[in-house]
């Protein structure tokens, strides 16, 4: 069973950059499809942004297409969200999540087996 922890969330102005980081423990990380979510207060949690096993394939949500841009490191056992030109409408916390099965990106939430604990992004405008 693989264990997610998010780091690198914080305070930012808009229009300033943020990287997040996702380090997996208890198993490789290719073993999995990776993907980001997030939950802003009063909201449900939404797809973000995912990415196959071997990065071959990634996918955006609409809302972040061009700004965000998901990667992974599998010899690191890490994936990253980086996210440029931020809005106050980012603001949430945010989840990584890995999901085992097929190796395409999947934009549900109910595919991903595993999540970490998440990180709080706040936008100021």
């Known amino acids: 069973q693989v264990q997610l922890v998010e780091s690198g969330g914080g305070l930012v102005q808009a229009g300033d950059s943020l990287g997040l980081s996702c380090a997996a423990s208890?198993?490789?990380?290719?073993?999995?499809?990776m993907g980001w979510f997030r939950q802003a207060p009063g909201k449900e949690r939404e797809f973000v942004a995912g990415i196959s096993r071997r990065s071959g394939t990634t996918r955006y949500a609409d809302s972040v297409k061009g700004r965000f841009t998901i990667s992974r490191d599998n010899a690191k056992n890490t994936a990253y969200l980086k996210m440029n030109s931020l809005k106050p409408e980012d603001t949430a916390v945010y989840f990584c999540a890995a999901k085992s099965g097929p190796a395409s990106v999947s934009v549900s939430l109910k595919e991903y087996n595993y999540w970490g604990q998440g990180t709080q992004v706040t936008v100021s405008s």
């Open positions: 208890g198993g490789p990380l290719s073993n999995y499809g």
